[in-house]
Nanobody, 121 residues
């Protein structure tokens, strides 16, 4: 599975961005998908995840109520709608795919290249 993240950019605090992650290769609908982020000088952290069918979602407490993860299996794409952005959301955002064998773990099999999100105050 190859993953290509896009949609990052510079936005003012309180604004919105939508990230996309396009997948190619093996059957996209077989994979749970996740978004992670890494700010300068910090470790990578979990942001959100969605099950292979889209029926189950999970969020980090820091983004709950502001971010929405969704997927379109017909387009092999997962999205992260980010609203009410804060300067502390500034980071490189990565999408990742989790195969069935990793279900229930925090391990992901494939990673995209990352897209920069910068939120100005």
């Amino acid at each position: 599975v190859q993953l290509q993240a896009s949609g990052g950019g510079l936005v003012q605090a309180g604004g919105s961005l939508r990230l996309s992650c396009a997948a190619s290769g093996r059957t996209f609908s077989s994979y749970a998908m996740g978004w992670f982020r890494q700010a300068p000088g910090k470790e990578r952290e979990f942001v959100a995840a969605i099950s292979y069918s889209g029926g189950v979602t999970k969020y980090a407490d820091s983004v709950k109520g502001r971010f929405i993860i969704s997927r379109d299996n017909a387009k092999n794409t997962v999205y992260l709608q980010m609203n009410s952005l804060k300067p502390e959301d500034t980071a490189v955002y990565y999408c990742a795919a989790q195969g069935p064998l990793q279900a229930g773990t925090d391990k992901y099999d494939y990673w995209g290249q990352g897209t920069q999100v910068t939120v100005s105050s």
